[in-house]
């Protein structure tokens, strides 16, 4: 159950809402916990809730014939899963699957709706979210195709953990394989020259990133160009309103 507006804080999305806009989402909103790999929504699938993740990670998967994968976008606690419901969409064009455990407010994709088109606020904070994750989108398909696996490796992590709270990661080596579209021998390979060069420690189903200013100085420039973005973007979602510590009904 929510109580205060801080509760929403973990998201930065809804942590961005002006205190009148908080309470009218309220009502709609469930925290839950996801698991691992849990799928939220198929390709091709009606969207029925969205998620706003706190300390969960999300991917966005686009999935081939052949059964394979590879990550378009990863969604945390900066954004939300379920776009093309705001833009007149019924189904989501690729698979949502849980990549990190961890807690996201869910909600149903009708109320959204209904919500973004009453709401000039609302509506522009979610515009503005659309446009840096089509950033990260077109960013991801150029660095997958021009870019060596290590550089992928370095900007993939650093993706991630600006996506939680912490600078470490619940994954297995397969998982980023499955990620990056690639082997797992070639992940382990490279994984292990940012082990022995100091900058990640890495365990059975965990990474840790020890030195994020060494692996930012070997990441190709996607990844600066994504943040670049979203840091240009993500201020204009403060709200200008005080928040409120308003017990809700």
């Not at 979610?126 to 991801?140: G, I, P, S």
């Not at 994504?226 to 009904?249: I, W």
């Amino acid at each position: 159950m929510l109580t205060l507006q801080s509760d929403l804080h973990g998201n930065h999305l809804l942590g961005a809402l002006p205190a009148h806009e908080w309470q009218a989402l309220t009502p709609h909103l469930e925290l839950v916990q996801l698991r691992t790999e849990q799928l939220l929504c198929d390709s091709g699938q009606r969207i029925h809730h969205v998620y706003f993740p706190t300390t969960a990670i999300v991917s966005l998967l686009h999935t081939m014939e052949d059964g394979g994968s590879v990550e378009i976008a990863a969604v945390g606690r900066e954004g939300m899963t379920g776009v093309p419901v705001l833009t007149g969409g019924e189904t989501m064009p690729t698979r949502v699957q849980v990549q990190c455990p961890g807690f996201a407010y869910r909600m149903s994709a009708q109320a959204l709706r209904e919500q973004f088109a009453r709401s000039d606020f609302l509506r522009r904070l979610m515009l503005l979210y659309m446009q840096a994750l089509l950033t990260q989108v077109a960013q991801t398909a150029a660095c997958n195709r021009h870019h060596s696996l290590n550089k992928q490796l370095c900007r993939w992590l650093l993706i991630e953990i600006d996506r939680t709270a912490s600078n470490e990661l619940q994954v297995t080596q397969q998982l980023i394989a499955d990620m990056l579209g690639v082997r797992r021998e070639g992940v382990t390979e490279a994984a292990g020259k940012l082990h022995d060069a100091g900058l990640i420690h890495h365990s059975r189903g965990c990474i840790k990133v020890i030195d994020r200013e060494g692996l930012e100085a070997r990441a190709c420039e996607c990844y600066g160009l994504v943040k670049r973005e979203f840091d240009r973007l993500l201020p204009r979602l403060r709200a200008t309103e005080p928040a409120q510590s308003t017990t809700s009904a």
